[in-house]
């Protein structure tokens, strides 16, 4: 069976499942050229969306698409088929999407940042720092990746609350409820981490009114989608000092632009979408597994519902 990749790192790719899996017959590029020419021959696609979608709009079609992204937006585009299986990366970013955000957890609350700017001025900071132990850590979107994330924080002694598309009892947190509850327990939370994926229904919802429920000592971390986040709203919020920080890791438009007002919005940080990179090896496996399901006529892992857009 041929297999088309479309992937910055081809190469890695094709090592690994030639290795695993040698009946393949591997097409690797990431010239969108020369993805052009193979993949009409390829009933089976690897890849990025961007590079993926690229290829749809052309004409072309697989008989199931394997994104190497969680988020799939691309390949939602309107006017693209969707008459072919789509599965997206899921179970391979829990971990490293943890430790980003306990990374920034922690930062926070040993103030971090703080130290380095008095370091910067040559100026003793005797400032206290303090614990994760009871801080309440609202997530905002808690499917596979949220529930890693959840998982990695309880250790700490942090209050887990959490939001998604329908309430539910969902260990380890203390609550998780419908959207329709974000306003109030965004008021709640010292800790507001976005982690939903790109759907109509998950658009410019941390706008002015929402960011003026939060507490002036919460951080906002975005590491879901940009489209979540109104920029101006948020840049004004800060300014007026409505939140203590924001951790923006995904903006609407990447790179951001240099007009941008991110790049000087007070207590602002952009870490560049670099939250959960794809590591090749378990999204390898993940794509093994799934063309196990793909070839049994099973459902594959994280396959997508175009109507629901995940």
Known sequence: MHL?????????????????????????SADPAELSLLAAGCPLWLGQPDLLAALLAQGHKPQWLQSTWAGITPLLAP?????????????????????YVLGHLLAHERQ???????????????????????????????????????????????????????????????????MDQLPRLAAQADYLVNLLPDTPATRDIYDAALLARL????????????????????VAALE?????GAVIDVCRQEPLPASHPFWTAPHLLLTGHTSAPTEPRL???????????????????????FVRGY
């Open 112 to 178: 971090l940042f703080a130290r380095l700017a008095a370091q910067v001025e040559q100026r003793w900071d005797i400032g206290l720092p303090h614990s994760l132990v009871g801080r309440r850590v609202l997530i905002v979107g808690c499917g596979d990746i949220g529930q890693s994330v959840a998982h990695f924080l309880a250790p700490f002694g942090v209050e887990l609350l959490g939001v998604a598309s329908q309430a539910r009892v969902q260990k380890p947190f203390l609550e998780v409820t419908g």
């Open 215 to 234: 507490q002036p000592s919460a951080l906002l971390i975005n590491a879901g989608r940009g489209v979540a986040v109104v920029d101006a709203d948020l």
């Open 283 to 305: 999204m390898a496996q993940l794509f093994l597994d799934n063309l196990t399901r793909f070839r049994t006529g099973h459902e594959l892992r994280g396959q997508v519902d």
């Open 4 to 28: 088309l990749i479309a992937e910055t790192d081809h190469a890695t790719y094709a090592e690994l499942l030639h290795q695993a899996a040698p009946e393949l017959q591997l097409h690797a």
């Open 79 to 99: 006017q693209l088929p969707c008459d072919y299986r789509l599965s997206r990366a899921v179970g391979i970013f829990g971990q490293v999407m943890a430790e």
């Open 240 to 244: 007026q000092g409505q939140l203590a």
